[in-house]
């Protein structure tokens, strides 16, 4: 039984917590929140005790791993004080949305050789997984193309928009990860096309809300991703791969299988699952799965910190080439 | 160029007339309706001359065939005088409401040996078609069910239905026809429910309008055909066949592929082709094409006047079935 | 925390001790099997103690509810026993392959008024309660047909067979209490058809594995209910059910969302989930939590010994209509 | 009857001439083609008679109208000479491979004033037209993205692709045109990744097989093309339009509706329409009726010479993007 320090309770943080405390590997030891109501909240439903202090979770000799789920600009500092203590430490993505802080982090850290797992949940998903797996196996052979689906339900709130670094740091970062997930190989060149069309507060920010992005491998393998941010029928998460004997298509869940035939429309089925939560709720529990395998058989944690940093460093790269105008080349990864 | 006399210019005679008119083996010579204005629209539309009776259509030695599309109660005399005139025949379904009539029909031609094809359309399906040789062709192993799902987009009118010989014979009978297309083997029992669930006037007329019928033949395959009159979503015909290893399923079509997301719906498509002529459109070309093979190449017509009188026979089963509430055994087709 | 006795530790009372174990509301205390060994192993998994006799784990205070998983001819009198003892029951369908006993036993229980759910378990399905819930509420209109496809992936063992009661009362039971479930009111008239087609042990046996039968509403609604017992592409449970102003399906489960495209095929999905305790894995836990209701929170177990009898009286109907040719029709339900 | 002389008797010009002799309002006149075989065998099967020169064709009276389906190489020069000629003119695409030509043909024929349509046939495939007309009605409100997938079943023949002006003029330049149909504006950026990953003849052609396109108009709605040539599962044709309300997607198209399920796969289709003859069959006659409503009825023709010019910018446009990796702004189209 693994014993967790959560930092962090707001609404992700509670879903690791329900996690946590179903799972028959681990516990709730101790949760800490810069609102400590919201920590309260979090040790009545699930158990353990409240941290009033980082530190004070750090020290507690029964918690060996923490899970970090506070807000981004915290991760980095959470990560190399948990690395310090010797935990076993599970962060949401991203690392942090400044590639010189990410990599300060990991000077910090790489000596001290942590179990480290970053959250980029969609690995987990029984269907991405399984397409990571027909892909290496080469089931329809090589691949060629990859055409990633995904959309949110609804552009998120002004405030969370303010420090969320940009759509493409905080929506596609996903996206790419999903892409060097399932390529035999890096991706050398980005570009990049996005706008701002759903809200005008977006464009305000200075952000986007629509985007495509294009990516290609040393061999010519290409990627394109198509973002948007409000997907009124759902979640739509979808990746099709072209590969040199046919196309395996990964698709969208719902909560029944219901179809409706109507003097409108066939064949009508219901909105999809409304958005990460729902959609990914099994992936999230695979993913701690995969963390307890980590630290306590002694396995590889399947997503590593070079794998966060890589994703930034694509988003990095999409906003040079919305600025230049360019394909950006990443010479070295 | 085969010569045509075409007995019934209605909605069926004429989408006959087009497609004999369009075809490039055959030709209209004669049109004969009791109703000498909608022959004059026919024969001006899609060539041929009017005839002023049927004798003067036979009478005319360019007249090589016959396509008899007029009422049912007209059928067999038709069929009798065109085989005296020694013409080839192809006949709408059914060949009449009545039993013994239409065994006296054959009594009458039988020696004359006419070729003779009666208008099971859905036969000549693309998709029904394919579906018959994969079952003939043992692709998935030896036939255990079939399930054929039949509805009609609307009641037809009072006075349509008052001459249709009821719901069994009129619009069943090519469900029948269809069971017996891709069975292995003959029905011997038949079974049948039958109820008047859309409208009064359907109940007033001793008519029924939602059916399910059960047959099964002599070593056990067994068939389910349900029929609904009023399916405002279209026209839908399907059928799924359950064979030793695994399942084969034929069915619908519409107008485009299109597929609406919103907020409401995912994957919701348009309503069925309508009715028969768009959904059978295909159908009907390749229907002629047979009977002109027949003909014209010597090949066997594809539906024989047996097959009319056997799809009557069960429809009277099923018929016997609801009057008696048992189960009717077929001992000789 | 209810705590349960589980009479019964083969494959279907260890799915339910997973469930009990894992439930928040819930825990196992006792557990009791004619083969001490397999009680142990569940004892072990899933925690309580085991029970060397029926009569002890009654004994025990803190056993508040019982789970009946044990064999069929074992329901009634375990029943009857916890019922004596005051304990809310759950019990594995059927009450009994015999009408008389089942009987009996209401009358034994009837006036100690226990809390009883019999453990149909597809009603908890999400997907064909959310169809009930439509049905109920006429989003489409008034109910006309519905057709029922119910097919196991392989026949059971022999040893299976010789004691479940034959196909109707086994397999076919559920898909009579799912027509109960989701109809207007109670059929009235049966009609079955059956036969011994995949395997001749099943002949031998006298049993069958391939059947359709239909059921009649007095106002007229039909059911068609197939059923085939080796659906080698996995268990298929889907549900059509014809209104007034369109058509409801609810269809299969797969383990992923995955489509294959290639030379051979397109759009190929994964077979179906393999069996009742992948495709229902949801439904039995959502059937816990309704029993959970109905003892903790006092509300209504929403499948009642009542609708057990109901499921055995159409099965046996069924096969009065098999043995006699005729429709039965049942006067008082 | 509008006569029509054909140049280029080939695959596509056998094809249009089956069309020709098929439509009630034209037929064919003369035939020319550089191997009178050619020309001979079209006459043979649907009439008219041979040209042996270009002249002689535009000189008979009869003559109206002239299809253009010879080599690309030809077109410029055959409009010219149809134009001066005072006929109607129906030329497949694209254009010319040079602007620079296409530029000064249209300087040479533009005081003529000529009826003439380009050959995007895929604007009148019956489900795209349908895409075009929700959009432009904005049933599901504004556009945002739209993903155009186009995949051949294979690569052409060595000659065939050092004749054709590479893949984004020969294959993407239909996608452009579509995209050019379906959004409400211009696209003003161009980015393009290409690749030669089939074959290793395409790559010493200097060829590309596999490519990603995207375009931007000035008010930020974008556009991805991803184009493969070897979709070994067939013709892949699909357009995915994102708008403010939903998306509206338009499908492939297969010969039945036959689905497969079995131990390897469920729900399995055939493989798609092979090519563009049997996709865009009833698109071809469609487009037809168009240019005949034009030349008979005094319509605008629906794809102007104007069209043919845009699109060959957009794939110049491409390939500058390939050579610069740049976007490429596109400040007058």
């Known amino acids: 039984m693994l014993g967790f320090a959560l930092f962090g309770a707001g609404r992700i943080g509670c879903m ?12 709730l030891v101790r949760v800490f929140d810069v609102v400590p109501a919201a920590a309260a909240a979090v040790v009545e439903r699930y158990g353990g005790r409240i941290a009033h202090s980082v530190d004070e979770a750090l020290a507690d000799p029964e ?17 190399a004080r948990a690395a310090r203590a010797r935990k076993a430490i599970l962060c949401e ?32 998903d029984p269907s991405f997984e399984k397409l990571h797996r027909e892909l290496r196996e080469g089931r329809l052979g090589g691949l060629r193309q990859l055409i990633i689906t995904s959309r949110d339900p609804d552009i998120p709130s002004v405030e969370y928009m303010r420090g969320a670094g940009g759509l493409l740091r905080d929506m596609t970062i996903h996206d790419f990860d999903m892409a060097r997930f399932l390529l035999p190989e890096e991706p050398v060149e980005v570009t990049c096309f996005a706008s701002a069309l759903i809200d005008p507060r977006v464009a305000e920010l200075g952000d986007h809300d629509t985007a495509m992005v294009l990516l290609r491998t040393a061999s ?17 998460q979808r990746i099709e791969a072209v590969c040199e004997h046919g196309v395996i298509v990964a698709g ?23 958005f990460f939560v729902e959609r990914y709720r099994e992936a999230y529990v695979r993913e701690l799965d995969a963390f307890l395998a980590a630290v ?29 105008g360019r394909t950006v080349l990443l010479e070295e990864p």
Chains 1, 2, 3, 4 share one sequence.
Request: net charge neutral; with cysteine; proline share 5%.
């Open 63 to 79: 918690v060996e791993a923490v899970l970090i789920a506070s807000s981004t600009d915290t991760h980095v500092d959470l990560i």
């Open 16 to 27: 690791h917590a329900a996690n946590i405390a179903a799972h028959p590997r681990c516990r």
């Open 93 to 124: 993505k991203p690392i942090d949305l400044d590639m010189a802080r990410v990599e300060a982090c990991w000077e910090a850290i790489k000596d001290l050789n942590p179990v480290i797992q970053i959250g980029f949940n969609r690995r987990f």
């Open 296 to 324: 306590l058989d002694g396995r590889s944690p399947p997503v590593s910190f070079e794998d966060g940093r890589r994703a930034l460093r694509l988003a990095d790269a999409a906003y040079e080439s919305l600025r230049s």
């Open 252 to 274: 969208n869940r719902r909560a029944t299988t219901l179809e409706y035939w109507s003097r409108e429309a066939t064949e009508a089925k219901e909105p999809l699952l409304h």
């Open 220 to 236: 010519g393998i290409q990627v394109c991703i198509n973002n948007y941010r409000r997907a009124v029928y759902g979640y739509d």
